[in-house]
């Protein structure tokens, strides 16, 4: 199985102090999602359009997007 890429990356702040992950692909923008505390419509619709990526209904660009949103909702994102 190979990997949903999309570009450029979204970086978010980790649960470590001072580290950045940059999310990718749709893979880890799920898994990502899935560490979040914050369950509001953002992350409903950002999972949403994950998992419809996976399943080749959605582009990884739509998924980065929504994911994007998701992450700034959360708070979590960091400066581009």
Do not use: I, Y
Request: glycine content about 4%; overall charge positive.
């Amino acid at each position: 199985m190979s990997l949903h890429w999309f570009s450029p990356a979204v970086p978010v702040r980790t649960t470590e102090p001072g580290v950045r992950f940059n999310v990718n692909n749709v893979e880890a923008a799920a898994a990502e999602l899935l560490k979040w505390s914050k369950r509001g419509p953002q992350w409903d619709r950002a999972m949403r359009v994950c998992m419809a990526a996976l399943a080749d209904l959605a582009t990884p660009q739509e998924a980065r997007r929504c994911f994007r949103l998701a992450a700034k909702a959360e708070g979590v994102m960091l400066s581009e």
